[in-house]
């Protein structure tokens, strides 16, 4: 599965490297006020380019979310214009020129602070090219690409409300190649201006007619389980549908608006492409924006750029009696971010759907993944941990019914927020499994991410632990509250234990799931140290014999 854009950008932007000492300018203040005039909202952003790592096999296409206001001043002003959360906070301001051209000159559109220095971010041009380099530690000839910044005014063209490249800058990567954006990022407490982030052409800003799907007013939602493949990696996701005489909805992601519909017809149900789903803003800093659609057809997996066929449709069989629907071959729907392409979020290949039954299961325990310790340097503690959606049964559980617990020092009464302390409406001891909670300077406190397939939660500020943190599973299903048992890091030994909690909880104390054996091994198979470079897959056997798998880059 293609890794998050957003996770690369990031990678990039912590490793800069200067380009060339220049004079500090004259500082421009950021735009981060919608500018007066007609607001054309809810555009589809598209663009091609390459982020500067320095290969071209890291080519983006992407297809996010943009704005774009006529201004009463007579500029045109761009929100957006580089899919990224950060970006949405500003605006790039554009003069008109002749006829529809409009010129957006060098300025800045975002300002950090990163280590105690001011990050400043800027539009600027590059010109673009390739070079054939010998690297020193293998002897191969790569490829690389090079950038050199030109400071020249970018031109576009606007009408009608669309936005678009003109054909000089739209050449791509070849031999001085002018690519008509990139993202400066400068240190003018140093003298220097360093270069990152990525390099765009054939950008296009146009807007978005499509409508978005969505069932009748009902009483209650089916739970399906819904078993598929990403890659050759088996998955299990719970999600919503709702049938209505011939069609089922089915809604793959809460945090959107749209739901995929399929028709049922005798033991077919058919899903058409091309639909949309709404729009996603990222809930971090640094994420993607993105249109969301549903594309059907067929995945051929052969290197990282996997290829696609797009379908006009998918038929998945039916039954009537127990209402499950399964995929046949290797049809998959796909959901990324672009209405004429499949540029690529996530896919649910051969997906199996499957009523669940809602009833009252024991969680197993959190596994712990890591803890840091920052509290000196930064008030802080990292403590990393995974929730199994498994019961301890071996059975699946659904995580829009799981929360977890925090405890500190052996105390078994749960860690309370308060909104005093935290972003949120009322005190709470028990966390969503989906929350992100942030304190009030903006800072991530509770946090669940995907990281290399992997759902990773995670825990800092707010807690200040002398002697240990804790954490336990908490389920709903059936109507009851089960918990798993407390699993404790002591801070100062660095050992694990676990903790059963009172009869009364739920907890099955005759099921042994603590950690059996952990062992490590790398990509390709061999038997590796914790403290091993690389990708590291962390095998978790348990005495109950289950096992769990971890992936993780190891820096």
């Keep these: 599965m293609r890794k998050s854009l957003a996770l690369t950008i990031m990678a990039s932007l912590l490793a800069l490297s200067p380009v060339s000492a220049q004079t500090e300018e004259e500082d421009v203040n950021v735009i981060t006020e919608q500018p007066a005039g007609k607001l054309i909202d809810n555009m589809l952003l598209s663009y091609r380019g390459y982020n500067c790592l320095g290969s071209p096999a890291w080519e983006i ?8 206001v006529e201004g009463d001043d007579g500029n045109i002003y761009i929100n957006n214009l580089f899919d990224y959360e950060v970006f949405a906070k500003s605006w790039v301001k554009a003069t008109r020129g002749e006829g529809d051209t409009i010129v957006i000159k060098r300025q800045l559109v975002h300002t950090n602070m990163y280590n105690g220095q001011l990050e400043k971010l800027w539009i600027t041009k590059y010109r673009s090219w390739t070079e054939e380099e010998v690297n020193e530690q293998t002897g191969k000839t790569m490829t690389k690409v090079k950038y050199e910044q030109t400071y020249d005014d970018i031109k576009m063209i606007y009408k009608d409300g669309v936005l678009s490249s003109i054909d000089e800058y ?20 140093q003298g220097s201006f360093y270069k990152d982030l990525f390099v765009m052409w054939n950008v296009n800003v146009r807007p978005l007619n499509a ?16 078993t598929f493949y990403q890659g050759t990696s088996n998955y299990v996701e719970f999600i919503d549908a709702v049938q209505q005489d011939d069609k089922i909805y089915l809604k793959l992601f809460d945090a959107l608006e ?53 379908a006009d449709k998918i038929e998945l069989t039916y ?13 998959f729907i796909s959901i990324d ?19 669940f039954e809602d009833v009252a299961l024991t969680p197993m325990n959190p596994q712990f993944l890591t803890y840091v310790d920052e509290l000196e340097s930064s008030g802080s503690c990292n403590f990393g941990f995974m929730l199994p959606t498994y019961s301890t049964n071996g059975g699946s559980i659904n995580p829009k019914k799981m929360y977890y617990n925090v405890f500190l020092d052996y105390d078994t009464t749960p860690f309370e ?33 995907d990281v290399w397939g992997n759902k990773v939660h995670i825990m800092r500020y707010g807690f200040q632990p002398s002697e240990s943190v804790g954490v336990c599973t908490v389920y709903t299903g059936g109507g009851e509250r089960r918990c798993s048992q407390i699993l404790w890091y002591d801070v100062n030994t660095k050992e694990t234990s676990y903790q059963s909690l009172d009869v009364e909880t739920g ?11 952990v062992r490590y091994h790398d990509i390709a198979g061999r038997e590796v140290n914790a403290a091993t470079k690389g990708l590291i897959v962390k095998t978790i056997t348990l005495n109950n014999g289950k096992q769990l798998s971890i992936k993780y880059m190891n820096k």
């Excluded at 907890?507 to 054996?517: C, E, F, G």
């Design 337 to 355: 971010g672009s209405p004429d392409a499949v540029y690529y979020l996530t896919y649910f290949k051969t997906p199996e759907l499957t009523i």
């Design 258 to 310: 749209g739901w995929v519909v399929g028709t049922i017809d005798g033991d077919k149900v058919t899903i058409a492409s091309n639909q949309y789903l709404g729009h996603y803003r990222s809930t971090n800093n640094h994420g993607n924006n993105y249109h969301m659609f549903c594309h059907v057809g067929e995945a051929v997996l052969k290197s990282y750029q996997d290829d696609w066929v797009i």
């Design 211 to 226: 409508t978005i799907a969505k069932p009748a007013p009902y009483d209650k939602a089916d739970c399906y389980q819904m």
């Design 417 to 449: 927020l308060d909104p005093e302390d935290y972003e949120i409406d009322e005190a709470v001891t028990d966390i969503y499994y989906y929350d992100d909670i942030k304190d009030h300077s903006g800072r991530q406190f509770a946090g669940y991410m």
């Design 61 to 68: 296409q992407n297809a996010g979310i943009a704005s774009i």
């Design 319 to 331: 039954d009537a009696e127990t209402r499950a629907i399964k995929a046949q071959g290797t049809d």
């Design 170 to 189: 739209n050449r791509g990567l070849e031999d001085n190649a002018m690519s008509p954006y990139a993202i400066g990022c400068a240190y003018y407490s």
């Design 507 to 517: 907890i099955d104390t005759s099921l042994d799931n603590s950690v059996a054996v």
